[in-house]
């Protein structure tokens, strides 16, 4: 019979900062959303000025009806966690600062009775999740290892989210010490590429480059120029009605559920918004900012070269990013080589490869020699 060892879930808490949708009305943030002085605005020249207004309004009015709370919580639940032990757990830890706050027999009888609960609450869920997997086990016995693991105790079960690099010969477990290294090296990352000579070259020395040439030869009779013109209400409110709400919030704290909710009430203001930095050609400063992480790729994970930086920026700068991105590639589409497939809508290196097979079929249906000469750029 298998047993939970002490040792064996042991993780870490950490302390969360979140919204709390628990007394969210949608009617109610809609209505604070239509009557915010959202035209104040108007009354600065500064672009970011008028983005710092707008995210205060936004602010103000999303905390009041979600607003941010602190929560305790572990890196990573048991497998026989349940929702109902989990309420036991945080009843029993209210009884206990109750009873230290004060020490009176009632507190004490009510925080034996807590701490009563979540133990049996604990034996219910354990008992629970082994009848399950024993009879999910006698449909896949191979499942037996996987499922036992957790409880052995080894140190190999339990993820490590801690980073740990390995540099001039030392392993380096401070997590500052590693953000500055990973700073330093993403930001050097493409240092040398092309040679020390290419970066004493301007733009005029790449004009007989037989590249570019045959660029302006493919282009020779366009006149299409790109112009990014401003947006309209309905395209800003079909943009925040297409967010998707599982995708993580921004430096600026906006979840985007709640833009996607408020889609139509913060469509005119944001029109306003957007505009103004079209017009200006001006990108606010805090929408430049964001929260990046080292995620892993493949290899040795104590090697710094095997992470790739992933940044977090603002929900509401990804929208306009999403809504001139559309006209640049527009503007583009009839400019890209027909047999490009980067920045292309509805092409892929699915589409190419399927492109590259049927020619070469057709090639050998011709009795033909087909030769592939593949590079990474």
């Known amino acids: 019979m298998l047993t939970n060892r002490p040792d064996s879930f042991h993780n870490k808490p950490e302390v969360i900062t979140f919204r709390s949708y628990e007394n969210f009305d949608p009617e109610h943030y809609k209505q604070l959303l239509s009557s915010a002085p959202w035209h104040v605005g108007q009354l600065f020249d500064d672009v970011n000025d008028q983005a710092y207004l707008w995210n205060a309004l936004m602010n103000n009015t999303l905390g009041e009806v979600a607003p941010v709370k602190k929560m305790r919580v572990r890196e990573k639940d048991v497998p026989y966690m349940t929702s109902q032990w989990k309420s036991a757990i945080r009843a029993k830890r209210k009884a206990n600062d109750k009873y230290l706050q004060n020490k009176t027999p009632e507190n004490w009888e009510f925080r034996c009775k807590a701490r009563n609960e979540a133990t049996k609450q604990r034996r219910i869920a354990l008992k629970q999740y082994w009848c399950k997997k024993s009879n999910d086990l006698k449909n896949n016995p191979k499942a037996f290892f996987k499922t036992s693991k957790p409880f052995l105790g080894s140190k190999s079960c339990t993820e490590r989210n801690d980073i740990h690099l390995k540099i001039n010969g030392s392993m380096i477990m401070d997590q500052q010490h590693l953000a500055e290294e990973f700073v330093e090296h993403f930001a050097t990352l493409v240092d040398g590429i092309g040679g020390t000579a290419i970066e004493r070259k301007s733009i005029e020395d790449f004009r007989d480059h037989p590249c570019v040439q045959r660029i302006q030869y493919e282009n020779r009779n366009s006149t299409q120029t790109i112009a990014i013109e401003s947006a309209t209400q309905g395209q800003v409110h079909a943009a925040l009605d297409s967010l998707n709400i599982n ?84 503007g583009f589409g009839n400019c ?42």
């Not at 505009?275 to 805090?286: A, D, H, L």
């Open 336 to 377: 890209i080589y027909q047999n490009s497939s980067a920045y292309r809508k509805a092409h892929s290196c699915e589409t190419t490869l399927i492109n590259l097979v049927e020619d070469w079929r057709l090639a050998r249906d011709q009795r033909q020699v087909v030769s592939i000469l593949s590079t990474d750029m």
């Open 247 to 330: 995708k993580a919030t921004g430096t600026d704290g906006f979840p985007p559920n709640a833009l996607k909710i408020g889609a139509k009430e913060l469509s005119t203001p944001l029109t306003t918004l957007f505009n103004s930095r079209i017009n200006k050609n001006v990108w606010p400063s805090e929408w430049k900012c964001g929260h990046w992480a080292p995620v892993y790729k493949k290899d040795d994970r104590n090697a710094k070269e095997n992470y790739r930086p992933i940044t977090l920026l603002p929900c509401v700068s990804k929208v306009l990013e999403k809504l001139v991105g559309a006209q640049i590639n527009s």
